[in-house]
Every structure is written in structure tokens, then in C-alpha cells.
């Protein structure tokens, strides 16, 4: 495919309100940030839930509904649910959203690991935080493991396929494409396999373009270069726009939105739809059109909108 497939996604569980004025967190503003998003050439729409008072990361399956339902109301794209969750969430916590809402795409997060955002707290004094649960929340993350034991991801896996939700497969290092091979080898995925690279997390992978080549090289050696597709995602500025940039070399596919990056230049903080128009921009310079929902589902053998349970 020689169109992009870009990916917005909008909040995340781990940007705090006090980074960026900017994030979405209502179900209004997150709504309409799909919707802008979607309109400069986002095909899917990526999803956590979070508190409407206070942005608090959530697992409140009413709540999730509700979000889903109003971005299905103002956007074609495809809904991407993140069964990632956030801090504090049990893996039956963040599994929830499939049998209950049965999405085209669901997160699957393919390997236990560190995963730490704590050095974000050096940036700001207490006075600075919108909201009380922040700095606990950014500062808890040194001592956080998350959690995706063989047993959750098999159980992850079976939940989808129940739904026919297919799984976006998210590879923060390379074992976890090994973790990956031994489910293929389980029989519990089927192709065409789609693969999230999760890169400059602290806890995974550096987002450096030696790291990117390594992981494709490896995925190319598992699974054959016919069997999947690829989307990059860059934690941080300027790594978002990088990786994305060289996924749009190497024929890949591109994610941005400030869940993993809040900055549109140097400096300037940006709004998701700002995001998506600058991998469009930069897209066009190697003639790569955004790719559509419909298309996107073609591609990645979705069930269709008409198939979820929202
Ligand atoms: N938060 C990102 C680094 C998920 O939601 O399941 C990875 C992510 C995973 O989006
Ligand atoms: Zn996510």
C-alpha cells in the first residue's frame, strides 16, 4: 500500500493535563478531536478513557462507551481501543473494552515491562499541577512494571477473537516480537499481522532509526515481509516526527498525538489535528496520500463500524 496509514492518539494514561492545555480528556473534546483529527487524514482513531473531571486515566466501561459512541457519531474512522490501560489497572481491568464494546481494533501489548515517565515531575513544582493525582501519577512510574504476562496475552488474544476485534500488535523491544512469533506458533493470530513499534519509552526501545531498522529486520526474519504491516510510533519530541518520517521512507505507517508527544515544533506545544496535518505535510513530500477508513479496513481485514458494539 502505497498510502499512509496515520493514527491519532488523542490522550492516552500518561500525559498529565498540566503538560499541555491541550489535551483532550471530555468526552466533548475528545470527540471533537477525532473528528478534526479524522478530517486532516487520521483513518483511526486511537482510545483510553479518562475521567471528564478531573483527566485522571479511567476503566470505567460506561464512560468508555461513551466516548466510543460519540466519536463513532462525528467520525468514519476506525476506533482503535487501548487495552493498554494506564497505572494501577489490572489486565481484566483493561481487557474489559472488548467484550463489552467489541471494537474493529484493540491493543495488545506483547511483553511485560518497566515503564516510566517519573523524569516528566523534574519539570514541575507542586503549584504548577492542575490536578492533585498528577505528580504521584508521573512520579509512581519509577516503580511501575507493566504488566503482559504469555498468560494475559493469550487471554487477550481469545477475547478478541470472540469479538473479531482484531488486534494492533504493540512491540516497545525486539523480544517482544519473539513473544509475538511463539503466539503465531500458538495458532492465536492470524494475518496480516499488524504491528505498532512503540519506540523511546523508558522501559523499551530507543526511537533511533539503528533500533527501527533492527526490529524490522527481526520482524521481517519471524514473520515474512508478506505476512505484516508495520506503524511506527516516536515518544517524544522530535522523535514522533522522525520515526514517523522514516516509516514513510521504509513503507510503513505512522501514529502521532499527544499521547506520545505534545510538541508540534521546538518548543511549540500543538493540538492533535496540528500533529496529523504535519505527518500530512510531510506525507505528501514522499507521495504518500493519508489512506481512508474504509481502505484501512480493507487492508487490515476489519469487520467493519457497523460490526462493534458501541
Ligand atoms: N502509550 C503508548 C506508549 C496501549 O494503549 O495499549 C502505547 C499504547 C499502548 O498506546
Ligand atoms: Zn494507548
Not at 474512522?77 to 473494552?97: E, K, L, S, Y
Not at 523524569?119 to 492533585?132: E, G, L, M, Q, V
Request: proline residues 5%.
Amino acid at each position: 500500500m502505497n498510502k499512509v496509514i496515520i493514527t491519532a492518539a488523542l490522550t492516552g494514561a500518561v500525559t498529565v493535563p498540566t503538560q499541555t492545555p491541550y489535551l483532550p480528556y471530555t468526552i466533548e473534546q475528545l470527540a471533537e478531536d477525532a473528528e478534526q483529527c479524522a478530517r486532516a487524514g487520521a483513518a483511526i482513531i486511537h482510545i483510553h478513557a479518562r475521567n471528564p473531571a478531573n483527566g485522571a486515566p479511567s476503566s470505567d466501561m460506561e464512560l468508555f462507551g461513551e466516548i466510543l459512541k460519540a466519536i463513532k457519531a462525528r467520525t468514519d474512522a476506525v476506533i482503535c481501543t487501548t487495552t493498554g490501560g494506564g497505572v494501577g489497572m489490572t489486565p481484566a481491568d483493561r481487557v474489559r473494552v472488548v467484550p463489552m464494546w467489541q471494537p474493529e481494533l484493540a491493543t495488545c501489548n506483547m511483553g511485560s515491562m518497566n515503564f516510566s515517565v517519573h523524569p516528566a515531575a523534574r519539570r514541575f513544582s507542586d503549584s504548577d499541577y492542575k490536578f492533585p493525582w498528577e505528580k504521584q501519577w508521573l512520579l509512581g512510574s519509577e516503580d511501575f512494571i507493566f504488566p503482559n504476562t504469555f498468560a494475559s496475552i493469550k487471554h487477550f488474544l481469545v477475547e478478541m477473537k470472540k469479538t473479531n476485534t482484531r488486534p494492533e500488535f504493540e512491540i516497545y523491544d525486539v523480544g517482544h516480537l519473539y513473544n509475538l512469533d511463539f503466539m503465531v506458533r500458538e495458532g492465536l493470530v492470524e494475518k496480516p499481522i499488524w504491528l505498532q513499534f512503540v519506540m523511546g519509552v523508558l522501559g523499551g526501545i530507543r526511537a533511533t532509526l539503528y533500533d527501527l531498522t533492527h526490529l524490522l529486520d527481526t520482524a521481517n526474519r519471524l514473520f515474512g515481509p508478506e505476512n505484516y504491516h508495520w506503524s511506527v510510533i516516536g515518544v517524544g519530541y522530535p522523535q514522533q516526527f522522525h520515526m514517523c518520517t522514516a516509516a514513510l521512507m521504509l513503507g510503513g505507517h505512522a501514529r502521532v498525538g499527544l499521547e506520545d508527544n505534545i510538541f508540534v515544533s521546538r518548543g511549540k506545544l500543538g493540538r492533535n489535528h496540528e500533529l496529523v496535518e504535519k505527518i500530512v505535510r510531510i506525507a505528501a513530500e514522499f507521495d504518500r496520500e493519508p489512506a481512508t477508513p474504509d481502505e484501512v479496513r480493507a487492508f487490515l481485514n476489519l469487520k467493519g463500524k457497523d460490526q462493534v458494539g458501541f
